[in-house]
């Protein structure tokens, strides 16, 4: 699914217009303990439900953003989780692929400033 159908949607949100795409209950497990591995992100607000302690673990933003793009994730696993950008992205002054570390009961906005790249706004 093509981001530009996120973002669509997304905005919308803020006009009343069309609902988010939420998915909860995501589910980070041992396995998904790298980039290419990562669970990837299909909605606009996500909700984590179970993360593995394994170090590593965590989900991908989606390709194919436009400046503005937005998705939140919310860790509502036991453990850290990692959120990474598709290949080649970075987060914030993160290197390139890395993960950005969210710990249990976090919550992310993360915003495109490119096709590739995110800022994060992480709640306290």
Same mark, same amino acid.
């Given at each position: 699914?093509?981001?530009?159908? =996120?973002?669509? /949607? ?11 795409? %939420? !998915?909860?209950? +995501?589910?980070?497990? *041992? $396995? &998904? &303990?790298?980039?290419?591995? *990562?669970? /990837?992100?299909? $909605?606009? !607000? ?6 593995? *302690?394994?170090?590593?673990? $965590?989900?991908?933003?989606? *390709?194919? @953003? ?12 036991? &453990?850290? #989780?990692? %959120?990474?950008? /598709?290949?080649?992205?970075? +987060?914030?002054?993160?290197? #390139?692929?890395?993960? =950005?570390?969210?710990? @249990? ?11 590739? &790249? ?5 709640? /306290?």
């Amino acid at each position: 699914m093509a981001l530009s159908s =996120f973002s669509t /949607a997304y905005r919308g949100v803020w006009s009343g217009t069309d609902d988010a795409v %939420v !998915v909860s209950g +995501i589910t980070v497990a *041992a $396995g &998904n &303990n790298s980039q290419a591995l *990562a669970v /990837a992100l299909t $909605g606009e !607000v996500n909700l984590i439900g179970t993360s593995s *302690a394994t170090a590593s673990t $965590g989900v991908r933003l989606p *390709a194919g @953003t436009k400046a503005g793009d937005m998705v939140v994730v919310h860790n509502g696993g036991a &453990n850290t #989780t990692l %959120v990474y950008p /598709a290949t080649g992205g970075k +987060i914030d002054a993160l290197s #390139t692929d890395a993960g =950005f570390s969210m710990t @249990t009961g976090k919550k992310a906005m993360f915003v495109a400033t490119s096709d590739k &790249n995110w800022v994060a706004i992480l709640s /306290a």
